[in-house]
C-alpha cells in the first residue's frame, strides 16, 4: 500500500483488491464505466464490467 492510499478514493487505491470491493459495493454505472476504459487491472475492469450488467439488468427487470 502506498502512503497516498490513504488520501484517494477506493477506486483509485493502488491494490486492486481494494478496487473491486469497491466495484462489488458501488451502485454508480457511470464511474463503473469509467474503470472499464481506465483501469490497467483486468480483473478490476472485469468485476466493472460485471457490476454494470447486474446493475442495468437488475433496473430493467
Not at 478496487?19 to 480483473?43: A, P
Not at 457490476?51 to 442495468?56: A, F, S
Amino acid at each position: 500500500m502506498k502512503f497516498s492510499d490513504f488520501f484517494v478514493p477506493k477506486y483509485v487505491h493502488s491494490n486492486p483488491e481494494v478496487r473491486i470491493k469497491f466495484v462489488n459495493k458501488t451502485t454508480d454505472v457511470t464511474l463503473l464505466q469509467s474503470m472499464v476504459e481506465k483501469d490497467q487491472d483486468g480483473e478490476v475492469v472485469q468485476a466493472a464490467r460485471d457490476r454494470i450488467h447486474t446493475l442495468t439488468v437488475s433496473h430493467k427487470a
